[in-house]
């Protein structure tokens, strides 16, 4: 079914608009703060939680970390007890622990034996989102924490010339990889978008702009709106890269239907914080790539949900189902029925909803199942974890909130 043909028969206003289902999104929103708390390390930081709520790894890992600090900093602006104790601890491993004492800037993951020392772009942007909204939150030492990783990411990531991040250095920033990212880009966008709003600083959406022009009005809009992921160091498209890995966690071969879903939504924060700034193409391009990423990834295989990924044709390329690309659909109908008014947005929003319900939330064992194969089963890698907090709870968020400011400013609303 395109997308464009969605029925639409037997609607009637939004269910965003009604008390009920802004309850039961804040209800499970709460019930997911509850739940990965059992995340917290005694040593410092957070790991991975598995199916049931038991820690799968005791060393942490600076992007559960960091994506916990952002999530549990919301969590205190909102006024949930206990919160701020969880973004603080995230603050302080981010300070210390996960940080490189020698050569500055994040690893990955705590250092251990034979752990990757490589300094990712992706690493740092989130490192950046969590300090912001900490620093939002007021928690103690969010600020600094701030401003050091920014003189980081500017330092190292960001390319005037090219107007978009670098994807990876060595450990003492010696050598630079040669690829370029889209999805470290994508949340480079969300973190700009942030940072804005935190610092009162409009060029940091001049920057989300700058970013959003080259990988979507650029290039996605000369690929039938699939979002190119993979680059070289030149900017030129590596079709064929992970070839052999379509179900990589980050980055698969081919187009992620998912990553059209996340991209349409930024771009109407975006454009809603640009203001008059906003170029005419922002909204036109939004839908664009939520048709295309619905019309192909859902149901793409003829099972129910969301492919994780498709080739350059549009045939299935991974036919796992991961809980966080049904939930940036479902937040990238809600801002396009926001932001459009048309029903049909309004219905895709209903349909994930409804399929997030019924096949993620474990009402059994709490959170929600991540890792699905076509099947709707356990997939046979990373089945067996509840890694992830920040999709799911922003899913709960983002359709209560308007489309402009972010989410830092606009949870004190809620």
């Known amino acids: 079914m395109a997308v464009t043909d969605m029925p639409t028969t037997g609607l009637t206003g939004r269910w965003i608009h009604r008390e009920t289902h802004r309850h039961w999104l804040a209800a499970e ?24 709520r038991e820690l799968a790894s005791s060393i942490a890992d600076t992007l559960i970390t960091a994506r916990m600090t952002h999530c549990y900093a919301l969590a205190t602006l909102q006024g949930v007890p206990g919160a701020s104790t969880l ?3 995230g603050v302080v491993a981010l300070t210390g622990l996960l940080r490189d004492p020698e050569h500055d800037g994040w690893f990955a993951t705590a250092p251990h034996d034979g752990f990757d020392d490589s300094k990712q772009c992706y690493i740092q942007v989130f490192v950046v989102l969590g300090a912001a909204s900490a620093t939002r939150a007021g ?10 990783a920014l003189a980081v990411l500017d330092r190292y990531f960001w390319s005037a010339d ?35 709003d935190v610092l009162d600083d409009h060029a940091w959406r001049r920057r989300a702009l700058a970013i959003v022009e080259r990988l979507i009005h650029g290039v996605a809009s000369n690929h039938d709106w699939r979002v190119v992921e993979h680059f070289d160091g030149r900017w030129q498209i590596l079709p064929d890269y992970n070839a052999d890995k379509p179900d990589d966690g980050f980055k698969p071969f081919g187009a992620t239907p998912g990553h059209g879903c996340e991209w349409a939504r930024l771009l109407l924060h975006l454009e809603a914080g640009l203001g008059a700034e906003a170029p005419d193409w922002l909204v036109d391009d939004a839908v664009h790539l939520f048709d295309k990423a619905m019309t192909e990834g859902w149901e793409g295989d003829d099972r129910p949900g969301m492919l994780y990924t498709v080739d350059w044709n549009g045939e299935p390329s991974s036919t796992r189902r991961r809980h966080w690309t049904h939930a940036e659909a479902a937040a990238a109908a809600a801002a396009l029925a926001n932001r459009t008014g048309e029903a049909r947005f309004e219905a895709w929003y209903r349909r994930v909803w409804d399929f997030m319900r019924d096949v993620y939330v474990d009402d059994e064992r709490g959170s929600w199942l991540q890792e699905l194969n076509g099947e709707l089963g356990p997939d046979p890698a990373e089945g067996h974890l509840k890694a992830d907090l920040y ?5 709960t968020l983002l359709p209560r909130l308007p489309l402009a400011p972010t989410l830092a400013l606009a949870v004190e609303g809620l």
């Open 87 to 89: 973004a603080h601890h």
């Open 162 to 196: 090219e107007q978009a991040y670098v994807e990876s250095w060595s450990r003492d920033w010696s050598e630079l990889a040669d690829y370029r990212g889209a999805n470290a880009n994508m949340h480079a966008t969300e973190m700009c978008l942030e940072l804005a």
């Open 139 to 148: 928690i103690e030492g969010a600020r600094e924490l701030l401003d050091d």
């Open 391 to 395: 999709h799911a709870y922003q899913a």
């Open 29 to 52: 929103g709460l019930d997911l703060l509850e739940f990965y708390r059992a995340s917290c390390l005694a040593d410092g930081g957070f790991g991975a939680l598995d199916v049931n």
